[in-house]
T-cell receptor, first 114, second 113 residues
Framework: AAGVIQSPRHLIKEKRETATLKCYPI?????VYWYQQGPGQDPQFLIS???????DKGSIPDRFSAQQFSDYHSELNMSSLELGDSALYFC?????????????FGPGTRLTVT | DQQVKQNSPSLSVQEGRISILNCDYT??????FLWYKKYPAEGPTFLIS?????DKNEDGRFTVFLNKSAKHLSLHIVPSQPGDSAVYFC????????????FGQGTRLTINP
């Protein structure tokens, strides 16, 4: 079965640079979520989109922005990167037509800021 | 403020025995609870969930129990297998819909042969 696809899998950036992470949800899933997992921490919710509209917002810095496109893929844009942004970034998707509380996660993008 | 807590960072169990992972929550608004399994360098994999209107849900070797009055849930794995060795996250969601998941800190389960 098709899963959530994230690209790139690994990304190395320098401080103050920008990064763009991409997420392709499971086909026919209409909702996308972004989570950040720091070293030794639990995943923390950043932001979510339903039908291309922002549906919920968590502890996402103002330097970050995200959107969901007409094909339901989503991009997380991160600017003025800081060392503390180094983390695993997970995208998850779900369908409100199904048990929407079941979110399916991608493999993650490991961002390292040097 | 950790709304979902997994107080055991690690657990070691003999192969074939029962593994019991525990989770406590503080927010009464949580309606759905999920367990995810995570291997290194992979995303969390959905295992099993339970709605707050139930007290038990079973799927093969995995059973989740919910005690709403105690705000406690547990995941039972029986019999435990070496492939079950992973980090297990408990997560909670307020209501059905496009809602964020709130995760616990995770418990690293090791199954010894």
């Amino acid at each position: 079965a098709a899963g959530v696809i994230q690209s790139p899998r690994h990304l190395i950036k320098e401080k103050r640079e920008t990064a763009t992470l991409k997420c392709y949800p499971i086909p026919r899933h209409d909702t996308v979520y972004w989570y950040q997992q720091g070293p030794g921490q639990d995943p923390q919710f950043l932001i979510s989109f339903y039908e291309k509209m922002q549906s919920d917002k968590g502890s996402i810095p103002d330097r970050f922005s995200a959107q969901q496109f007409s094909d339901y893929h989503s991009e997380l844009n991160m600017s003025s990167l800081e060392l503390g942004d180094s983390a695993l970034y997970f995208c998850a998707s779900s369908s409100l037509a199904g048990p929407s509380y079941e979110q399916y996660f991608g493999p993650g993008t490991r961002l390292t800021v040097t | 403020d950790q709304q979902v807590k997994q107080n055991s960072p690690s657990l070691s169990v003999q192969e074939g025995r029962i593994s019991i992972l525990n989770c406590d929550y503080t927010n009464s608004m949580f309606d759905y609870f999920l367990w995810y399994k995570k291997y290194p360098a992979e995303g969390p994999t959905f295992l099993i969930s339970i709605s707050s209107i139930k007290d038990k849900n079973e799927d093969g070797r995995f059973t989740v129990f919910l005690n709403k009055s105690a705000k406690h849930l547990s995941l039972h794995i029986v019999p435990s297998q070496p492939g079950d060795s992973a980090v297990y996250f408990c997560a909670a969601s307020p209501i059905q819909g496009a809602q964020k998941l709130v995760f616990g800190q995770g418990t690293r389960l090791t199954i010894n042969p």
